[in-house]
């Protein structure tokens, strides 16, 4: 072969290769690129798909042939080209990967792979078994073509974006029509304390849909496990429960443990006025005046009102003693060890025995005492200040006068002084 | 001066407004010197509750912990946790949860750090390994000086 | 009691000539006239200054100058000492109230014109003073190492490095390093106590030494006055009249600190963390607001140069300029007495205008 025909060889084997490897990139994404509306959507997005960086192309969900530009060839039955999967057929679909610990080994090994045995046990995966499409499958949480990790915010599945995930079907009052349960529950969230730390403090750990209802098997816990799921934080509470009467009466009268009194979706902030016997107690839902629980929540309601009494003046003394410029940082500090107290007392009405909440009542009682006086020492001392005060202001008036009247006096004296000299020079 | 007068009492009278003068001022000044200097002088004189608040503490002596036990003493104005482990070292942390800041104790019973308020767990080098906390307790130094266990601040940035 | 008194003072004269001294203290007079009320100025700052150096002594006795324990030793003399609360405050409100009367010293010396020959030194080492005691104000204010403080001090230095060559040079001079931290304090700390203290010992001999030489200045206006009814001089000895009257001055000051001490006493505020974000409304304290609001209102660029630089060398030039104004005011004639009497109430109006509202506004809320 002559020099000019090896040139041109190489350049066609040069056009040739950058060809080949052009075919080895995903076709169906570069065809689908160029189209319009729905064919288009899923191609905007896939660059922040987990599964796209990962270097999985549309065959691998939707089959068919990803190497060849020749569309009758990649969408072919015989290439296995499914289309748009069935609803019913996802599940199966994505565990075909996700449920293979092998396969997942090699992407990311401590991602679980149980994910299909779970949904399989939850509501969603039990209904959908049954034959309704509405129930929700694994692309409407992770959402289709932009499924991103978990730890990522931007993910439907975020820990602060599940709720709003879920909220999707669970608020839609048409769609939900069928199955017979509320759908207030993210509005009942919404005003939660949980929501709370979540939104407004940006709290990962605060507890959403999936932290009391689980993810994959989604289904709420039932009466005799509410107490439960509530303990994995709530640990004091649900161990002082236990050991109270509550504990039997309630499961007498099938009564979820924690829910009678603080409600599943809308936890709200308690309140003193929960306890007790007043407008708003809660404990007169099932007590009535007469009874031995109303005079211990009575008793008990009364307890910390006199904490909380006690807390408030030593709080008005310290603040009365700052504003008059004494530092009271420490006792300030102390306070806040004396509110624990408060804290405390108020987890101990779960044992519903005015004792124990008494016990905590004295000791917070005890250091509200000691704070109060620090107030009344920090006031004694400024009025200490404001009498030593008012004594040196005194000597100094003292001082001042008789200055005055020294001047006065030598400047007399020189006045005449220089009289005298003036009349003898006369 | 208008009339004039006997000059014997008019000198008599302007000593003794002299004398008068110099007893005011005199005094005056002297109650004025004493106020200034009493405070300066009581300042000088170091106070009985000698603690500052540095970086160093006396946390403890070294009699009072068992093995596997754990307590609370005061770091400056912040609670701190000393624990002594099964083989009988020391650690200190900062006993206040990273979580919603109450304070935390040594659990015996499970050889962790436990928080009661959410049911945190910190391991016995502060690591929160379960629970809410988002971060680790900050960790102290803890030396032996006699009887005593001395708790010092790690060095700042 | 007199006789112990005779032989001393004949110890002291054979050995350091004290009669001549006692002669010329004796000798020494003030003018009276209707200006005669601005003379007081420069001893009541003196005597601030004697305030501050015993009183900053006192507290060397119980502070701290390391990050972690500033702050605590700071609170522990607030809160633990005996009277640790009044020398504390004392000392802080001292200060402010002798910068103010450093600047009202200043301003009256300029307005009547004192600093002209033979007095230009008089002006130029009192300047410095000035200088030296806006050094003490910003070294001093961190040392409590609370979050004003500190933001302040990080706003106040990135100032430093906007002048132009030597400006980052500067900045990691005064913060000893690139941040403001442990190593800033130890260097203000140093500063503060030793320093200035020293290099102002040596300013104030020599201001005080040049006023006993030349004496108390007379503005033209009186002297004018003076020859024109052809009588003398209204003078009078300051010893022990004018003496005299000083103490009472002092007194009252005395009076006015120990209330402020009592009644206002200075905040202590939160200790610092340099993690923290500043808080808002940031701003240094009152004798440095004139510059910071300037420097806030100048545009980011003007032409090619960058706003701030060009604010902190206007203020540069500026202060040079007013340092050497007795060789700048040295032809006579009305034209020129006008235009620097106009410049001077430029000046005063201006520091009021950018000074007297942000101060306002922060005190009453």
Not at chain 1, 194 to 210: E, I, K, Q, V
Request: contains cysteine; glycine residues 8%.
């Amino acid at each position: 072969m002559n020099m000019q025909v090896r040139c041109w060889f190489t350049v066609l084997l040069a056009i040739l290769g950058c060809s080949a490897f052009a075919l080895a990139a995903d076709q169906c994404l570069l065809c689908h690129q160029m189209l319009e509306g729905k064919l288009k959507t899923p191609t905007d997005t896939w660059a922040e798909d987990i599964h796209g960086q990962k270097g999985l192309t549309c065959a691998a969900c939707h089959g068919g042939d990803a190497n060849t530009d020749d569309m009758m060839k990649a969408m072919s039955r015989a290439a296995g080209f499914v289309g748009k999967p069935a609803r019913s057929r996802i599940p199966r679909l994505c565990a075909r990967c996700h449920s293979d610990g092998a396969f997942m080994r090699e992407y990311n090994p401590s991602l679980r792979t149980d994910q299909l045995a779970q949904y399989r046990t939850s509501v969603h995966g039990k209904r959908l078994a049954a034959g309704d499409t509405k129930a929700a499958v694994c692309s409407d949480c992770h959402s289709v073509h932009e499924i991103r990790p978990a730890s990522n915010p931007l993910s439907t599945v975020h820990p602060l974006k599940v709720a709003e995930t879920c909220a999707r079907c669970h608020v839609n009052g048409e769609y939900m029509k069928a199955y017979k349960i509320p759908t207030d529950q993210f509005a009942g969230y919404q005003a939660s304390a949980h929501y709370a730390a979540m939104a407004n403090r940006g709290d990962l750990s605060a507890p959403t849909c999936s932290t009391c209802h689980g993810n994959h098997g989604a289904a709420p816990p039932g009466v005799a496990s509410v107490e439960n799921v509530c303990s994995t934080c709530h640990v004091f509470q649900a161990q002082l429960f236990d050991e109270s009467p509550h504990k039997k009466a309630f499961a007498a009268m099938n009564l979820a443990a924690c829910i009678a009194c603080h409600s599943n979706h809308r936890i709200v902030p308690p309140t003193d006025a929960m306890l007790g016997t007043g407008p708003g107690s809660i404990c007169l839902n099932c007590h009535a005046e007469g009874d031995a629980g109303y005079a211990k929540a009575a008793q008990m309601s009364q307890s910390i009102a006199e904490l909380e009494k006690a807390l408030a003046n030593s709080d008005a003394i310290l603040d009365r003693a700052e504003r008059s410029g004494m530092e009271v940082s420490q006792p300030k500090l102390e306070q806040g060890e004396a509110r624990e107290n408060l804290i405390k007392a108020r987890v101990n009405i779960h044992s519903f025995d005015p004792a124990k909440v008494a016990e905590v009542v004295a000791a917070g009682k005890k250091l509200a005492a000691k704070t109060y006086r620090a107030g009344r020492e920090a006031l004694r001392e400024r009025d200490f200040r404001r009498k030593g005060l008012a004594i040196s202001l005194i000597t100094i008036l003292v001082v001042l006068f008789g200055l005055r009247m020294k001047l006065r006096s030598i400047e007399a004296r020189q006045a005449a002084q220089a009289d005298e000299a003036n009349k003898d020079s006369l | 001066m208008t009339m004039p007068s006997h000059p014997v009492a008019e000198e008599s009278r302007a000593k003794s407004r002299r004398r008068f003068i110099q007893v005011v001022l005199g005094s005056g000044i002297v109650a004025s010197i004493v106020s200034f200097l009493y405070p300066a002088l009581r300042y000088m004189i170091p106070p009985t509750t000698g603690e500052l608040g540095s970086d160093t503490v006396v946390a403890g002596n070294a009699k009072e912990l068992r093995a596997n036990s754990g307590k609370i003493f005061k770091f400056g104005s912040k609670p701190g946790l000393l624990i002594r482990l099964r083989d009988g070292s020391y650690r200190a942390f900062s006993a206040t949860c990273t979580h919603l800041n109450c304070n935390v104790q040594y659990r015996a019973d499970m050889q962790r750090i436990w928080c009661a308020c959410h049911n945190g767990m910190f391991d016995l080098n502060g690591r929160n390994v379960s629970g809410p906390p988002p971060r680790p307790l900050e960790d102290y130094a803890v030396h032996l000086r006699g009887e005593d266990i001395v708790v010092q601040r790690k060095k700042a940035g | 009691m007199g006789s112990l008194g005779q032989v001393i003072r004949r110890w002291l004269d054979e050995r350091f000539g004290l009669e001549s001294l006692l002669q010329f203290a004796k000798k020494k007079t003030v003018p009276v006239h209707r200006h005669s009320v601005w003379y007081y100025l420069g001893g009541m700052t003196l005597f601030l200054f004697v305030i501050q150096v015993l009183t900053g002594i006192l507290l060397l006795l119980y502070y701290r100058p390391s990050p972690n324990e500033a702050f605590e030793s700071v609170q522990y003399i607030m809160t633990h000492v005996k009277f640790g609360w009044l020398i504390r405050s004392v000392h802080s409100w001292a200060g402010n109230l002798m910068i103010l009367t450093a600047f009202l010293h200043m301003f009256s010396v300029y307005f009547m014109r004192a600093y002209r020959k033979p007095r230009e030194l008089t002006w130029i080492s009192g300047m410095l003073l000035l200088f030296l005691a806006l050094g003490f104000g910003f070294s001093g204010y961190l040392l409590p190492w609370n979050t004003l403080a500190y933001f302040a001090t990080k706003v106040g230095t990135e100032m430093a490095a906007q002048v132009p060559l030597i400006g980052k040079w500067l900045l990691v001079f005064l913060r000893g390093g690139e941040e403001v931290t442990g190593a800033t304090l130890t260097r203000f700390f140093g500063f503060h106590v030793a320093v200035l203290p020293g290099l102002t010992t040596i300013l104030l001999a020599l201001h005080l030494v040049l006023v006993q030489k030349f004496g108390m200045s007379v503005p033209e206006s009186v002297e004018r006055q003076w020859t024109a009814t052809g009588g003398q001089r209204r003078e009078m000895p300051f010893f022990p009249n004018f003496a005299l009257r000083d103490l009472m001055g002092w007194y009252i000051a005395l009076g006015v600190l120990g209330a402020l001490a009592a009644l206002m006493p200075w905040e202590l505020g939160v200790k610092a963390d340099p993690f923290a974000s500043a808080p808002a409304g940031i701003r240094p304290e009152w004798y440095f607001l004139f510059a910071f609001e300037t420097l806030k209102f100048i545009p980011a660029k003007i032409w090619f140069i960058d706003g701030e630089v060009l604010g902190v060398l206007a203020f540069g030039i500026a202060g040079l300029l007013w340092l050497l104004i007795p060789f700048l005011d040295r032809k006579p004639g009305e034209r020129w007495r006008v235009f620097f009497l106009g410049l001077g109430v430029f000046v005063v109006v201006f520091i009021a205008v950018t000074t007297l509202p942000t101060l306002i506004a922060s005190l009453v809320k």
